[in-house]
C-alpha cells in the first residue's frame, strides 16, 4: 500500500534510461511525480579490436572485476562467444550485487562483492584484494572512469590490465527543461548517481537559478562534493539502493 510520503514532489531523474525505470516506479508509488532527464547514456565502442586482444589475456588471468551491470554486458557475450563458456581459471568481483547478479545471468556464479558501500574503496577492502602481488588482474569498464582500483591494485603488487568495453555518452545538449520545470513550481530536487552525471549537469547548467534552488539527492559522498563545493544543496542517502533514495527525497516534502 503507497504511503504518499513524497506527495507534491516533482523529482528529476538523470540515470541511463534503462536503468531509471525501478526509481521513477517507486518515486510515483510513493506519491511523487518523476521526470526522466538521463545525464549518461551507453554506448558501444566503435571498434572492439583492442578489447578483443584483452580477452585473450584472461586464459592467464587471476581476477576480473567488474565495475557496472553495463560492463558485464557489453563484455560477458564477447567473453562466452571468444572462449565457449565462463573461463574456469578465472576468480570473479564486482562493485555491487547488481553488478554481480548480472554476472549470474551470464553463468558466473561465485563473485567476491562488498556487503556495506558499494564502491571501488570497499571492494579494495576485503581480504581477497589485498592479497594480489603477482597476479593478474582484469578490469571491465567504460572507457575512462576512476582509476583509484587500479592503483591501488598496482601498488599491492598486482599487474592490472584495464578491459574497455562501452562508452558514456550525455544525451542532453542543455538544462533547459529543468529550468522551465523550476520556473513553473514543479521542480524540486534532481537524483544524481554518479559523480560524471554530476559533472555533466554542473558543467551544462553553469550559475543558473534554478539549480541553487532545487536539492541534489545523491546516492555517495563522492557524488557529493563536487557541488558542495559550490555551495549547493545536497543530500546523501544513508544506504544504497532505491529504498534508501525514497527515504532520502522525503526530507524534502515540507
Known sequence: MADNILKGLHIAVTRPVDQAASLCEAIKYHGGKAVLFPLLAIA??????????????????????????????????????????????????????????????????HVLTPHTRFDSETLL???????????AVVIFRGVGGRDVLADTLKSRGANVIFAECYRRVNPQSDTQLLNKLWQQGEL????????EA??????????????????????????AELPLQFGLKVLVTEAPGDDAMIKCLSQLVN
Open 125 to 135: 577492502a576485503l581480504p581477497e584484494m589485498h592479497d594480489v602481488a603477482n597476479q
Open 188 to 195: 524540486d530536487g534532481v537524483i544524481v548517481t554518479s559523480s
Open 44 to 109: 558501444p565502442l566503435d571498434d572492439y579490436r583492442e578489447f578483443n586482444e584483452t580477452l585473450a589475456k584472461l586464459e592467464h588471468a587471476d581476477w576480473a572485476i567488474f565495475i557496472s551491470t553495463n560492463a558485464v554486458d557489453n563484455a560477458m557475450p564477447r567473453v562466452l562467444k571468444q572462449y565457449g563458456n565462463v573461463p574456469e581459471n578465472l576468480q570473479f568481483a564486482a562493485i555491487g550485487h547488481q553488478t554481480a547478479k548480472e554476472l549470474g545471468f551470464y553463468g558466473v556464479r
Open 198 to 223: 554530476m559533472r555533466n549537469l554542473l558543467k551544462m547548467a553553469g550559475d543558473s537559478e534554478w539549480l541553487r534552488h532545487v536539492t541534489l539527492c545523491v546516492n555517495h559522498a563522492r557524488i
